[in-house]
């Protein structure tokens, strides 16, 4: 991906973002939850140097129409491996930045939804072989259900596959899958 398309993409995420953190100050049903979950990549080559890990983030959540609505947010994966030939000290650090649309059915206390999202994944892994910073376009879908625990707090379970390959330019381009499926939980805050 080219350095003009890099500027576009993250100019597209941050307006909508922005236009989601607008809808926000009109209330009525915004949501902002912060969330814990495991990741299990679906690349064997991560998997081996990295295994799975824990993963963290934040979401907003605002009413479109109906069931219908705006979801951004961004989530944290960071972890330390041993390269397969060397056995020498990697780290990774991997932090998708997403927005798209979801939907809620049900209005009791427990609401199931899915949601898809366009995702900008920001992607660093340092060892001594070198460091790679790059990123790449990609998405993210997820499955999951609201739970309330009373008043405006309420119990968010999800499960989610994200799709993304980066590739880095050059000589020797390199390729590196860092999709998978991540489950967890998180604390939700209705306005």
Not at 129 to 142: K, N, P, V, Y
Request: glycine share 14%; charged share 20%.
């Amino acid at each position: 991906m080219g350095p003009v398309m890099k500027k576009r993409t993250i100019a597209i995420v941050f307006a909508l973002v922005l236009a989601g953190a607008g809808q926000a100050a009109l209330g009525a049903g915004v949501s902002v939850t912060l969330r814990a979950g495991y990741f299990f990549p679906s690349s064997s080559l991560f998997r081996e140097v990295y295994k799975s890990g824990p993963i963290f983030g934040g979401e907003l959540t605002v009413p479109l129409t109906g069931a219908l609505r705006f979801w951004a947010g961004a989530d944290l994966f960071g972890k330390t491996g041993l390269l397969q030939v060397t056995e020498e000290t990697t780290k990774v650090r991997i932090i998708p930045v997403y927005a798209g649309l979801r939907a809620e059915f049900g209005k009791k206390g427990a609401r199931p939804y899915i949601g898809a999202a366009a995702a900008y994944f920001l992607f660093h892994e340092e060892n001594p072989l070198g460091t790679i910073s790059d990123s790449g376009l990609g998405l993210l879908a997820r499955a999951g259900i609201l739970a309330r625990l009373g008043g405006a707090v309420w119990l968010d379970f999800f499960a989610d596959y994200r799709a993304c390959t980066v590739r880095t330019d050059g000589d020797d381009p390199l390729e590196a899958k860092i999709g998978g499926l991540s489950a967890g939980a998180g604390l939700s805050f209705r306005f």
